[in-house]
């Protein structure tokens, strides 16, 4: 249930419900908004490629990126209506990384819904990740500026090699799975994309370089903590049924901390039993290994010390809105979805 | 062979040589250069990431498009180095293009070498198309404008408008297999790319706007005699040939004028048999409706009148380098690859 109570004080005695709060569903509604607007003055031929291109869109989401970067442009007093294009920009390019990672994950559903490869074709799919990431750069040069584009540009270089990186994870080679190499991975993969919002956020609200130094910051070590927050939450879901697929894609898929951080602790002479457990999907024996190593403990140890400097990054510049800013970075501790 | 001869006349005399020609060569090869440069410059990790983003490039290529950039800046007295980039730019686009149209037609072999999908997978295959998207809208962040960001932008809408309106044709429904449907899908697909290369041009030659409306123009009416004679060449070259994987890939993978002329010029009575020989690849069966309905006269008379219309268009302007300009349009109808 959405909480009643709008005070400040309210957002730290509930983070759990921060997306549900009355000053964040003001802006997600602005944001759904905005991006039914450029949805509807759409109206090209063929239909298809458009259904398929705003299929994740209409199914939903957090809108967390668009969000950041709203509340960032807020956070240095820029004007909220200079950011909303920008927003549906953000949010335009998150689903055209959702379709694109889907094809490869071989993912079926999303966002409740059937992934856009499944539902349309991988065909289609690809031209409609391509037409989503164009339509996000014309709107980039439309309301934004040349840096916006650059920004934009980088941003995806540092997403793609991420994402190159996990594929070429190998629980059998050490050294690919590792903490560092998971770290510098999700450095890129996601804290990349986050710190992507924040600081578009920043340079749309005008941001002194101090306050972009400190949001950029923010946003970098917030996408950290999401991102190994996303792996606990797989963990648990595994934990919780007792499908072998779900197993079998998160050692295939993706790079997970608890995962390579259990493999690293567990003794030397057990790592042929857990790679192997990983391998054939045998959850009990996985779980085991996991809890031996209190993997899950260790994940959110971390990703609350990331939430923390994230936190942290913003004292003494008075943003706008810090408190919220720094419930987000709370929310996304103890998020289940 | 190269032709030795400088002069402006030559070009009226050897138009199959025209990219052999000094004139021509010597910008292909500030465009090489230029190319060269930003992936030297590129160093970052994965490496089979950017091994894999310029697979194509580096196998070669006519390097049409930027050639096309080039020309068009210089015809309005630009200057060829604030061109450079942006030609940079424009090829890695297009080599983007290159890589997904090979993963949605399953292409195995592109200018000689394997698809970026068959020597790296269809994951980094995706993501080393999207890392050039990115890098090319970088280029036209930095040394372009927002306008130059748009315009690419609103190409890509078209081509990929065109591409899924391709994968929609079907024989067996003779709205989508009409010479309307084929006209529609190609000014979107093709034309509308050498439209953006010329426009580009102008734009960054700083043209005037009649200038660059006569280029667009020019642009567009040569990419669809560029398309019609591409369709002539799959045709002489399953003529040429018994496999009848190359009639598979005729058919199933793209609209083909001579082949809609030939099933619409065909009598009623016999379309059947047609339909037939087009889906089981009797190759003898097709070359005889080919023939008998003039089809490949037909395709290059069409594509002759557009090349006309090309140079047509730059009638009147004393474009600096109108000669050349006439020399490609006649290229496009006459080349062999």
Same mark, same amino acid.
């Given at each position: #249930? ?26 997600? $509604?602005?944001?759904?908004? +905005?991006?039914?607007?450029?949805? /509807? +003055?759409?109206?090209?031929? *063929? ?25 960032? @442009? ?5 004007? @909220?209506?200079?950011?909303? *294009? =920008?927003?549906? +920009? ?8 959702? =379709? &694109?990672?889907?094809?490869?994950? &071989? ?51 540092? #997403?793609? $090699?991420? $994402? ?6 190998? *629980?059998?080679? *050490?050294?690919s799975f590792s903490k560092n190499n998971y770290l510098s991975i999700i450095r890129r993969k996601t804290a990349a994309s986050f710190e992507l919002a924040v600081k578009i956020g920043a340079i749309l609200g005008k941001a002194s370089q101090k306050q972009k130094k400190a949001i950029s910051k923010y946003g970098f070590k917030l996408g950290m903590a999401f991102q190994i927050r996303d792996d606990v939450l797989d963990i648990t879901m595994m934990n919780g049924q007792s499908s072998k697929a779900s197993l079998s894609d998160l050692h295939l898929k993706r790079a997970n901390y608890a995962i390579i951080h259990a493999l690293q602790e567990c003794p030397i ?8 457990? /990983?391998?054939?999907?045998? =959850? ?16 959110? &140890? ?9 936190? &942290? ?11 919220? /800013?720094?419930?987000? +970075? ?8």
């Amino acid at each position: #249930m959405p909480s009643k109570n709008n005070s400040a004080r309210d957002y730290f005695h509930s983070p759990a419900n921060f997306l549900k709060h009355t000053v964040i569903q003001k802006r997600l $509604e602005r944001i759904n908004s +905005a991006i039914q607007q450029e949805i /509807l +003055a759409e109206s090209a031929e *063929p239909k298809i490629l458009y259904e398929a291109a705003y299929h994740l869109i209409n199914a939903g989401g957090k809108r967390l990126r668009s969000l950041l970067v709203l509340l960032c @442009c807020e956070a240095v007093r820029g004007r @909220c209506e200079n950011a909303l *294009p =920008i927003c549906v +920009a953000t949010e335009l390019f998150q689903t055209a990384s959702l =379709i &694109q990672d889907d094809i490869i994950d &071989q993912d079926t559903i999303r966002r409740g819904v059937s992934t856009v490869h499944m539902k349309y074709g991988t065909e289609i799919a690809i031209l409609a990740a391509g037409l989503l990431i164009a339509k996000a750069y014309y709107l980039f040069g439309k309301f934004g500026n040349p840096k916006l584009v650059r920004t934009l540009s980088l941003a995806i270089h540092r #997403m793609s $090699e991420g $994402e190159v990186a996990e594929l070429l994870i190998n *629980p059998k080679n *050490p050294q690919s799975f590792s903490k560092n190499n998971y770290l510098s991975i999700i450095r890129r993969k996601t804290a990349a994309s986050f710190e992507l919002a924040v600081k578009i956020g920043a340079i749309l609200g005008k941001a002194s370089q101090k306050q972009k130094k400190a949001i950029s910051k923010y946003g970098f070590k917030l996408g950290m903590a999401f991102q190994i927050r996303d792996d606990v939450l797989d963990i648990t879901m595994m934990n919780g049924q007792s499908s072998k697929a779900s197993l079998s894609d998160l050692h295939l898929k993706r790079a997970n901390y608890a995962i390579i951080h259990a493999l690293q602790e567990c003794p030397i002479n057990e790592r042929i039993q857990f790679l192997n457990a /990983l391998e054939k999907g045998k =959850i009990k024996t996985l779980v085991s290994f996991l809890e031996k190593t209190s993997a899950v403990e260790n994940a959110m &140890q971390l990703a609350e010390s990331y939430s923390f400097q994230a936190k &942290q990054a913003l004292q003494g510049l008075k943003f706008a809105n810090q408190k919220i /800013l720094e419930q987000l +970075a709370a929310f996304v501790l103890i998020r289940e979805f």
